[in-house]
């Protein structure tokens, strides 16, 4: 027998069985006892909610053979035509393919036909914002005459994009993610059905990656079943989901308290050997830092800092937080990340604040001559040839041409606007070859002599560069 997905298999076949949507179900079930039910509903909300699984249980509880009930018996024909979905008077329409008038014209003259087997026709239009603006006028017009014993059930994933005089003749219900915990619940409930072992921890995985999606969760486990080999545990699942294993993230925030910049270096590309997906890497370990920052300076110990890394951990935040936003437009992440921890090396006079208030001011002499003698041996004109090797010729000429200034912890390379993106494209380049962090700066270049001059020399540079001839050159 094929194999059939959770999500199919356990599709809840009538109320009680929904997950979460606990004001849509007690309102429904509620106008189907009183026997109030509207006879056009908007369904909103993201994939995977319930949004088609409850307008099929409305259709159950319609025309179950037992009377109109909102406990539908799930057994007579009907409900069991329902749930295949092969019920003459259920009508599923995908908007997305079937979006002209045409497709609308053709279902209002269905409306007028009375139910072919049951006691009401129900019409389920799917990504009903998809429709075209002819469809939904004519849509508009069977929703202000609504002939009896027909029921509309519009669902969207994009509410805005449902023009307002549908929207004013509806009965809008807007389905939000169940709880981590009303899914937990639920994958358990599936688990323990199919007498599958779990960890508690596995589940709360699952859970968390869902982002509140029922059918997500559910595909997750199917697969989180199928990698564990039968069994959902924590290991096998922290592997499929790709998520950095705990002994690895207290690691790195260890090496990071002792400055252990090698190991951490050495962690990032053992973790990109390993497969594991580095953007979520970073994202944990810049929370973790975010978070014991937050703990140290309301004067909270954490489990691995404590006071004296406050410092450590501002400066930490910050390279963390700037490396992510500058590996989002980078391909080679690991080397964004390498950097940003190298960069940690150029935290000078890192004192604990209570040595200092012991002791007063430290003497740093011997980590400043030791910079200082870096700073002697770093060769400009060396580093610039390194980075064109690298890089290409444009950025070197680039940085021949450019202004660079030495800061006491860092360097200014101020060029004109036209090259600064350039530069900054490849600033990782750029960065392995200076011995501090790297800042370009943005200049205007006015028409002074001066600058002329230099703009010359570039032109020069790049002629020279490409073999090619001075055809038009203007001034700015
Ligand atoms: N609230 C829920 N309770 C239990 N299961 C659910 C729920 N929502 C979704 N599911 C599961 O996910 C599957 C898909 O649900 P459904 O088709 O109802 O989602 P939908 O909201 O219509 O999504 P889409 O916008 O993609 O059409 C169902 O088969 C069911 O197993
Ligand atoms: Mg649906
Ligand atoms: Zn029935």
């Not at 392995?432 to 205007?444: L, S």
């Not at 006015?446 to 230099?454: C, G, L, Y």
Request: net charge neutral; proline share 3%.
């Amino acid at each position: 027998m094929a194999y059939e997905s959770f999500a199919r298999k356990y599709r809840p076949k009538n109320f009680e069985e929904v997950v979460g949507q606990e004001a849509v179900v007690k309102t429904l079930s509620n106008a189907i006892k009183l026997d109030r039910l509207s006879h056009a509903y908007i369904f909103a909300g993201s994939r995977g909610l319930g949004k088609t699984t409850i307008a099929r249980i409305i259709t159950k509880c319609l025309n179950c053979e037992k009377g109109i009930t909102d406990k539908p018996c799930g057994e007579c024909e009907n409900c069991r035509e329902i749930e295949k979905g092969s019920f003459p008077d259920m009508y599923e329409i995908d908007a997305a393919s079937n979006r002209g008038i045409d497709d609308i014209r053709s279902l209002r003259d269905n409306v007028s036909y009375a139910p072919i087997k049951g006691r009401y026709k129900v019409y389920i239009i799917d990504e009903a914002h998809m429709l075209t603006r002819e469809a939904f006028n004519a849509l508009l017009k069977t929703l202000e005459e609504p002939p009896p014993n027909n029921v509309f059930i519009l669902a969207t994933t994009e509410l805005h994009k449902i023009p307002d005089t549908i929207r004013s003749r509806c009965q809008t219900f807007i389905f939000k993610p169940p709880s981590k915990s009303q899914i937990k619940e639920y994958l358990k409930r599936i688990l323990e059905k199919e007498g599958i072992q779990y960890d508690e921890e596995a589940l709360d995985l699952i859970s968390k990656a869902s982002e509140g999606g029922v059918r997500d969760a559910a595909s997750i486990l199917d697969q989180a079943v199928i990698y564990g080999s039968g069994e959902v545990k924590k290991e096998t699942t922290q592997e499929l989901l790709g998520v950095i294993p705990e002994e690895i993230l207290k690691g790195f925030l260890k090496n990071l308290k002792e400055k252990n910049l090698k190991e951490l270096v050495k962690t990032i590309e053992r973790l990109d050997r390993e497969g594991y997906d580095l953007t979520v890497f970073w994202n944990q370990i810049t929370e973790r830092i975010h978070k014991d920052l937050v703990s140290l300076v309301v004067g909270e110990n954490t489990e691995i800092f404590e006071k004296e890394d406050t410092e450590l951990l501002i400066y930490a935040n910050d390279i963390f937080k700037k490396a992510s936003l500058e590996a989002r437009s980078f391909n080679d992440k690991k080397d964004i990340y390498q950097l940003a921890v190298l960069k940690l090396r150029f935290i000078k006079n890192l004192v604990p604040l209570k040595e200092i208030l012991e002791k007063g001011l430290p003497d740093s002499k011997p980590i400043k001559k030791e910079e200082e003698k870096k700073e002697e041996a770093f060769d400009l004109q060396k580093a610039i040839l390194k980075i064109g090797r690298e890089a290409g010729g444009i950025i070197s000429g680039a940085l021949k041409n450019a202004n660079i200034k030495e800061n006491a912890d860092s360097f200014t390379i101020m060029v004109d606007k036209t090259v600064s993106d350039l530069l900054n494209d490849r600033l990782d380049v750029i960065q392995k070859y200076f011995p501090k962090p790297v800042i370009i700066e943005e200049i205007e270049i006015k028409s002074d002599r001066k600058k002329h001059k230099k703009r010359d020399e570039s032109v020069e540079k790049v002629l020279e560069l490409f073999e090619g001839k001075l055809i038009k050159y203007e001034e700015e």
